[in-house]
């Protein structure tokens, strides 16, 4: 079974403070792992993959496989930043991804 | 170009009766999945399609839940007899082929049985 844990339904910051929010897997294979936003009525898009090693909008997410984590981190948070933010996981041979619950960033000003 | 498109945008049906939401994927996509997202909850899986090969349907949650996929494009989850626990809001998301391919969301049925 696979599975993904995001620990906080909520983090608040302030402007210029850094940003981690918390992934967790669990999958016995090499999953894939994403993190998807949603920003204030828009509809759900991706973020990044760790496939892609890539820093987008300022945000970075590393795979690791010993602590089974993929943590979204961003070093100085921005205002437009405030979004929910959902890690997912797609398996080997199966197609569909597996979502964590959700964690709600806000970055006050 | 145009997105995933869902209609319609909110549905409010009464315990016990069908109703069914649709999905248009964006043109050329091969690959359509359903998802569902309860309060308070993550997006949960329901089925999967891709081309003209067999849906995977593991997602579903009871039989009165099923979807078809007509002529590889638009596709229409159906629920029969609907329950309170039913309410949600539906996604539909496509992708280009299902190896690797990003998956695009469209802005999502919300459904309220009462």
């Known amino acids: 079974a696979q599975r993904v844990t995001q620990p906080e339904k909520l983090l608040s910051v302030f402007k210029g403070a850094p940003v981690e929010l918390k992934c967790n897997y669990s999958?016995?294979?090499?999953?894939?792992l994403f993190w998807y936003v949603q920003y204030s009525r828009q509809r759900l898009q991706l973020l990044l993959r760790?496939?892609s090693r890539e820093s987008i909008k300022g945000f970075t997410a590393d795979l690791n496989k010993g602590e089974t984590s993929f943590h979204l981190k961003k070093p100085f948070a921005q205002e437009e930043d405030s979004a929910m933010y959902y890690c997912?996981?797609?398996?080997?041979?199966?197609?569909?991804?597996?979502f964590g619950s959700g964690t709600r960033l806000q970055v006050q000003p | 170009g145009a997105g995933v498109s869902q209609s319609p945008s909110n549905k409010v049906t009464e315990k016990g009766k069908d109703v069914e939401l649709r999905c248009d994927p964006i043109?050329?996509?091969?690959?359509l999945y359903w998802y569902r997202q309860s309060l308070g909850q993550g997006l949960e899986f329901l089925i999967y399609?891709?081309?003209?090969?067999?849906?995977?349907k593991s997602g579903l949650p009871s039989d009165r839940f099923s979807a078809e996929r007509t002529g590889g494009s638009v596709s229409t989850l159906t629920i029969q007899r609907t329950q309170q626990e039913d309410s949600a809001v539906y996604l539909c998301?496509?992708?280009?082929?299902?190896?690797?391919?990003?998956?695009?969301f469209g802005p999502g049925t919300r459904l309220t049985v009462t």
């Open positions: 998301a496509s992708s280009l082929t299902s190896e690797g391919y990003e998956q695009y």
């Open positions: 043109s050329g996509h091969t690959a």
């Open positions: 760790h496939i």
């Open positions: 399609f891709q081309g003209n090969s067999a849906p995977d």
């Open positions: 997912a996981l797609r398996g080997t041979g199966r197609r569909a991804l597996t």
């Open positions: 999958y016995s294979g090499s999953p894939e």
